[in-house]
Structures are given as C-alpha cells and as structure tokens.
Nanobody, 119 residues
C-alpha cells in the first residue's frame, strides 16, 4: 500500500521559514507527479503546489507563488516544500499527495503535518 509520511511542520512567526518533507514508499516514486495540498481550520482541502515526475515542471497556487518552492529527490523517494515569508493565512495541515490525472487531483495522501504561523 502507498505510504506517504510528512514531517517538518511546526510553529513559526510571520515572515519565517519552514521546510516540509515527505517520505514516500511502496510505489515507484519517480513514476508519479506529486503535489502538496493543505487544509486550514474550518475550510476544505486546497491544492498548493505540484511537480512532475522528473521535477522539470512545477506549479503553484497564486497565493504562494514566489514564497514556496516544491522539489523532489527521486533517488531518495522524497518530496519537499520550502516555505518562506510565511503568513498567518498559511496556517494549515499540509499533506503530500500522489497525483492521479492533473496536478490538482490525487489518489493517496499522507497523514499531514501541522504548520502554524503566529506571533
């Protein structure tokens, strides 16, 4: 069964940075595009960013463009999300997801890691 484990979340002040990681196993990681999605308190799941199998194409939701960077290490089956200039509205549980179809659709996601941006 597909296994995705996120880490790297935490409490950070506005303007700060965090780097999320997602360790993937039980499937051929390099064969799949991957995405990050998030869910803020009381809101639905929101797609944040996606990356193609080889990492050559990346996409972002407008609200994080220029602040977040998605990347992947296919040799180590790991997905990353570097988050800079964090804002309180970035507070959410962040999930990595295996893409199925477009970058905004997925078939599996992990258990998530909490990111809280607050002073």
């Amino acid at each position: 069964e597909v296994h995705l484990v996120e880490s790297g979340g935490g409490l950070v002040q506005p303007g700060g940075s965090l780097r999320l990681s997602c360790a993937a196993s039980e499937f051929t990681f390099s064969s799949y595009a991957m995405s990050w999605v998030r869910q803020a308190p009381g809101k639905g799941v929101e797609w944040v960013s996606g990356i193609t199998q080889g990492g050559g194409i990346t996409r972002y939701i407008d609200s994080v463009k220029g602040r977040f960077t998605i990347s992947r290490d296919n040799a180590n089956n790991t997905l990353y999300l570097q988050m800079n200039s964090l804002k309180p509205e970035d507070t959410a549980v962040y999930y990595c997801a295996r893409v199925r179809g477009t970058l905004a659709t997925y078939d599996y996601r992990g258990q998530g890691t909490q990111v809280t941006v607050s002073s």
